[in-house]
């Protein structure tokens, strides 16, 4: 997808995985801008013991072969997420497999987890980490279409990802991938992530699970019991919706896949906001979804986000985005007298009651 505008409008022309590839391209050769300006110091925060400069991340999706940390930090994100990494390479589905809708300000993917491995990523991670490159990296994990044991996918990731990451994903949540999603009824679940938790090393970074916005109340409340039962660090509310919600209008509406951008903002904050109430605000959740703007940023720490991340703004904003978003986001907070970004998470689930 055209990452942004990096090489200028003509990117917009080409389909959107062909772009995707040549921002990548791009900003592994250093054709990268660069955020000048450095973090507002109310943006700072402190989550699992790490410290974020700023709350907002990129997720998943952009960077899946930890090919571009180091640029997309110099961007200015506070960190970066990689992946969906599965242990041994596949091609994903078929192309085309994204699509743009522009008059939405959104995306239908079905990539498929599409990846070079586990192999090829850590070799990158180990050389990023060797850099020594201020900045967080969280690893999201993913399983091999035609794994018939999805828990031995992911606890052969977490084993050999965890001394490389600074926090670890589950990821149960992509609609392209036969059968993932199921991972996320109660008995699944707990297995998974307790087959998971006993490979992780020690000491073992935070391990989170990545839900889906198609979720009903028992699923949710099944999820959140779960978590807080295994001992999961965090919930990562949300991946993509397999719903179409009335009034759409890209022409692209009726293709398979995980719609993301801005029709997913209100569906994915209000899992967001349920799992906080159900968790009684215990775990540091990361709000994504439909993310455009720092007033969008601070709805979902106000819903109970500790960290914020985007992916589908960026294509249709460019990389100007993420300092905007930033200073929107510290102005929001200072309007309502917050003095630290950790006193607002949650804040509408205090003052409502
Ligand atoms: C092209 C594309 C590929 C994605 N790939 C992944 C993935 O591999 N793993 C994952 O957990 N989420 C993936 N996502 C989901 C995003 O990380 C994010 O949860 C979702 O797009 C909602 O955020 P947004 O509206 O800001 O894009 C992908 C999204 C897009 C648009």
């Known amino acids: 997808m055209d990452a942004f505008s990096l090489l200028g409008p003509p990117l917009r022309l080409l389909d959107p995985e062909t772009a995707h590839h040549l921002t990548l391209w791009a900003l592994e050769r250093g054709f990268a801008p660069r955020a000048t300006e450095s973090d507002d110091?109310?943006?700072?925060?402190?989550?699992?013991?790490?410290?974020?400069?700023?709350?907002?991340?990129?997720s998943a999706g952009f960077d899946k072969d930890a090919r571009v940390m180091a640029p997309m930090l110099g961007l200015g994100f506070g960190f970066v997420e990689v992946g969906s990494i599965t242990p041994r390479p596949q091609p994903?589905?078929?192309?085309?497999?994204?699509?743009r809708l522009p008059e939405d300000a959104a995306v239908i993917n079905r990539l498929g987890f599409n990846n070079g491995g586990i192999e090829a990523a850590a070799a990158r991670l180990k050389a990023f980490r060797q850099a020594a490159v201020p900045g967080l990296v969280g690893v999201n994990l993913g399983k091999n279409k035609d794994t018939a044991e999805a828990a031995d996918d992911y606890a052969h990731?977490?084993?050999?990802?965890?001394?490389?990451?600074d926090y670890l994903v589950v990821n149960v949540s992509s609609p392209n991938t036969p059968g993932l999603r199921a991972l996320q009824g109660r008995g699944e679940l707990e297995d998974l992530l307790g087959r998971v938790m006993a490979v992780l090393p020690d000491p073992a970074p935070p391990l989170l699970l990545?839900?889906?916005?198609?979720?009903?109340?028992?699923d949710k409340a099944d999820i959140a019991d779960v978590c807080l039962a295994v001992g999961v660090a965090g919930i990562i509310a949300t991946n993509t919706t397999i719903a179409r919600?009335?009034?759409?209008?890209?022409?692209?509406?009726?293709?398979?896949?995980?719609?993301?951008?801005r029709p997913l903002f209100d569906p994915s904050t209000a899992v967001l906001s349920d799992l906080y109430r159900l968790t009684e605000g215990k775990l540091p959740l990361i709000g994504v979804g439909g993310v455009t703007s720092g007033a969008d940023a601070y709805r979902k720490i106000?819903?109970?986000?500790?960290?914020?991340?985007?992916?589908?703004?960026?294509?249709?904003?460019?990389?100007?985005?993420?300092?905007?978003?930033k200073k929107e986001l510290a102005q929001l907070l200072r309007e309502d007298g917050f003095e630290t970004l950790a006193a607002a998470v949650g804040a509408d689930h205090r003052y409502s009651g």
């Not at 110091?41 to 709350?55: D, H, I, M, S």
């Not at 994903?92 to 699509?99: H, M």
């Not at 916005?213 to 028992?218: K, N």
């Open 41 to 58: 110091p109310l943006l700072a925060t402190e989550v699992w013991g790490r410290r974020f400069e700023n709350p907002l991340g990129l």
């Open 92 to 99: 994903g589905n078929p192309k085309p497999r994204i699509f």
């Open 157 to 165: 990731g977490a084993a050999l990802l965890a001394p490389l990451a």
């Open 210 to 218: 990545k839900i889906a916005p198609d979720l009903t109340a028992e």
């Open 245 to 261: 919600p009335e009034g759409l209008k890209g022409k692209a509406r009726g293709e398979a896949g995980g719609l993301s951008g």
């Open 302 to 325: 106000r819903a109970g986000a500790s960290l914020v991340q985007l992916y589908t703004a960026l294509a249709y904003r460019g990389p100007t985005l993420v300092g905007r978003i």
